[in-house]
């Protein structure tokens, strides 16, 4: 089984910035671990700042890929085009998000890709992906 996790923006400051949010642990850190406790599956990763970037990965493996795991950062709420990449690939995506956008500001409520994914998963903390990874490795 070939899982993607694909990061947005400014999610490779985690476990540097705004801790109380986000947490203490680094992103690579907690890959480490995933890979562990999935050993069956063959977890690739892939960060970007930039939105065409996240874009072309999606495009790149969304047709050979059985799952993705995507947290767009703030273009969840914001862009219109990771929305139709998602929309236009075969391949089911999982939206995670580290923090409970429900209880932050008022903008974080509304995603832009959701309705193209097959779920959301939100709020709990790092361990977002390993819930959207038990759904895949079902």
């Known amino acids: 089984m070939n899982i993607h996790i694909i990061?947005?923006?400014n999610?490779?400051?985690?476990?540097v910035r705004e801790k109380s949010v986000y947490g203490e642990q680094d992103f690579d850190s907690y890959l480490n671990s995933l890979k562990q406790q999935f050993p069956?599956?063959?977890i690739?990763?892939?960060?970007?700042n930039k939105e065409g970037e996240l874009i072309d990965k999606l495009h790149e493996v969304g047709f050979s890929a059985d799952g993705i795991i995507i947290n767009a950062g703030g273009y969840t709420h914001t862009s219109i085009a990771v929305a139709d990449a998602i929309a236009?690939?075969?391949?089911?995506?999982?939206?995670?998000?580290?923090?409970?956008?429900?209880?932050?500001?008022e903008f974080?409520?509304?995603?832009?890709l959701a309705a193209n994914c097959?779920?959301?998963?939100?709020?709990?903390?790092?361990e977002s992906y390993k819930l959207a990874?038990?759904?895949?490795?079902k």
């Open 7 to 9: 990061n947005g923006p």
């Open 11 to 15: 999610l490779n400051l985690l476990g």
């Open 40 to 42: 069956e599956v063959n």
């Open 44 to 48: 690739s990763y892939f960060q970007s």
């Open 88 to 105: 236009g690939i075969s391949t089911p995506v999982v939206e995670v998000h580290i923090s409970n956008v429900y209880k932050r500001e």
């Open 108 to 112: 974080r409520h509304k995603s832009m």
């Open 118 to 126: 097959v779920g959301v998963i939100a709020g709990f903390g790092l």
């Open 133 to 137: 990874l038990q759904y895949f490795n």
